[in-house]
């Protein structure tokens, strides 16, 4: 029995606009019914990206595959433009005319496809109930809120049953709040759709939620590819660890590498152990970055009978109501840590860092 091919295939995809290169033969596949982001800063490719799944774009080299089908491959003279490719597209603007109704914007994708009248009414209705909007059909987008105008996007991106869902950025024009709310309406129409879903945000709060994977890219590349927990405890690029939960990255080189784990020096001489596959490759005498999340820092009270201990000064801390987060200079670099907010030590006093072996990673840099 051979498997179902997955739902998107993408290989050594590339895109270039004139000097730039956009996306430089990145490859992935998205298993059916996945949730997966692409995740980045702005310029890092995510957008030209999506909109090469989508056929909004032609590619300069590679192959895209929807559902097994070759939908785009430049050496071979395919393509397949994006109102034959069955993908649903919702853009951080809404793009909704000012002049159509609910209804009617919702209804736009099946009449396209000549989908008859009758069946038309039911499955706007179902979309609009799908995302809460079941009520407004006749209002103008004039007449609706942001979130509201973002629902009707959606809907009309899933009434006619999309094999693939593309989203870019769909909650940046929504205010703290709203983002919220409908981050966990997007996670539930996952949830009741299963429909195969690319999403593309820079923001890392709304990939960790969200997705089963993060593709996390870099100047048109992809550098991190992983679940959640994967991609934020254990990155494989300085990058990485300093894109997806800001972690600290501190200078370190290696003293000893053995079965049990590895041995770094900071500059200020003091010694820390790394658990064995915390190191992906490195010789001794190798300059490392050592990662460590601020949450995994911890302020001993003495480091008697401690070991990866560290001595700083507290630069600075500041209170943000359910804990403090302190900036401590180990020699000249700076650790984050996220301390208790009664923790009675003042600005400029002296601070023993425990920085367990068990949280440590030790990256070269890329
Ligand atoms: P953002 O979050 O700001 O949208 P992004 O990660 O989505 O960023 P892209 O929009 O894919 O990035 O852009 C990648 C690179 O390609 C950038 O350097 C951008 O300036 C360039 N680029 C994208 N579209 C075009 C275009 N139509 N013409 C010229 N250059 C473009």
Redesign the pocket.
């Known amino acids: 029995m051979t498997s179902a091919p997955p739902a998107i295939e993408v290989r050594s995809l590339t895109?270039r606009?004139?000097e730039?290169t956009?996306?430089a033969g990145i490859s992935f596949s998205v298993p059916e019914g996945s949730f997966t982001t692409?995740l980045?800063?702005?310029?890092?490719?995510?957008?030209?990206?999506?909109?090469l799944l989508a056929g909004l774009?032609r590619p300069d080299g590679g192959e895209v595959s929807l559902g097994g089908r070759v939908v785009a491959a430049p050496a071979r003279g395919v393509f397949v433009p994006v109102e034959q490719r069955k993908v649903g597209v919702v853009f951080q603007s809404y793009a909704l005319w000012p002049h159509m109704n609910v209804f009617d914007h919702v209804a736009y994708p099946l009449r396209v496809r000549h989908v008859p009248s009758a069946q038309v009414a039911q499955r706007v209705r179902s979309a609009l109930e799908m995302v809460q909007l079941g009520g407004h059909t006749k209002r103008y987008p004039s007449e609706l809120s942001g979130g509201q105008q973002q629902r009707v996007a959606l809907a009309r991106a899933l009434v006619f049953d999309p094999s693939v869902l593309l989203l870019?950025?769909p909650l940046s024009n929504l205010d703290a709040a709203l983002r919220t709310e409908m981050r966990a309406e997007l996670a539930r129409l996952h949830r009741e759709t299963q429909v195969t879903s690319v999403y593309?945000t820079?923001d890392q709060s709304e990939a960790l939620a969200l997705s089963d994977r993060i593709l996390l890219?870099r100047s048109?590349e992809i550098v991190e590819d992983g679940c959640p927990t994967d991609v934020y405890e254990r990155p494989t690029t300085v990058y990485g660890a300093r894109f997806v939960g800001a972690a600290n990255c501190l200078a370190a080189s290696v003293v000893e590498i053995g079965p049990a784990g590895a041995t770094v020096r900071l500059g200020t001489g003091d010694i820390l152990h790394a658990r064995a596959d915390a190191l992906s490759t490195a010789e001794v005498g190798a300059s490392v970055s050592i990662v460590i999340r601020p949450e995994d820092v911890a302020i001993a009270e003495t480091r008697d009978g401690l070991t990866n201990v560290a001595a700083g000064i507290l630069r600075r801390s500041t209170y943000l109501g359910s804990h403090k987060e302190l900036l401590v200079g180990v020699g000249d670099q700076l650790v984050r840590v996220r301390a208790a907010k009664n923790l009675p030590i003042a600005d400029g006093g002296s601070v023993t860092l425990h920085l367990p072996a068990d949280a440590l990673r030790l990256l070269v840099e890329k």
């Open positions: 895109k606009f004139g730039t956009a996306v692409l980045g800063p702005s310029g890092c490719g995510k957008t030209t990206t999506l909109r774009e870019d950025e593309v820079h890219m048109g």
